[in-house]
């Protein structure tokens, strides 16, 4: 009986996983594709060799960011 109560605690239902899923698409992307050029448009006086590597490199550093930050979550229950 015990082993059902943490079945049905980890358990979400339909509407809050799609509701999660919509958030998680809107933030990654917010965070992603805008905060990549947010970061291209602020950076001045550099060839576009420099550009492309630093802002390629802040994208896989949020990304990282956004997937360890997911797994925080899965982990707690959250999602």
Same mark, same amino acid.
């Given at each position: 009986?015990?082993?059902?109560?943490?079945?049905?605690?980890?358990?979400?239902?339909?509407?809050?996983?799609?509701? $999660? *899923?919509? &958030?998680?698409? /809107?933030?990654?992307?917010? #965070?992603? #594709?805008? @905060?990549? =050029? *947010?970061?291209? $448009?602020? /950076?001045?006086? !550099?060839?576009?060799? &420099? !550009? /492309? @590597?630093? #802002? $390629? $490199?802040?994208?896989?550093?949020?990304?990282? &960011?956004? &997937?360890?930050? !997911?797994?925080?979550?899965?982990?707690? =229950? /959250?999602?």
């Amino acid at each position: 009986m015990a082993d059902d109560d943490v079945q049905d605690r980890s358990r979400i239902g339909w509407l809050r996983a799609i509701l $999660t *899923a919509a &958030a998680i698409v /809107v933030i990654a992307i917010g #965070v992603l #594709v805008y @905060g990549s =050029n *947010a970061l291209l $448009t602020k /950076v001045h006086r !550099l060839k576009r060799g &420099a !550009l /492309v @590597g630093i #802002v $390629t $490199t802040a994208f896989f550093i949020l990304l990282f &960011a956004l &997937a360890w930050a !997911l797994r925080v979550l899965q982990r707690r =229950n /959250v999602i």
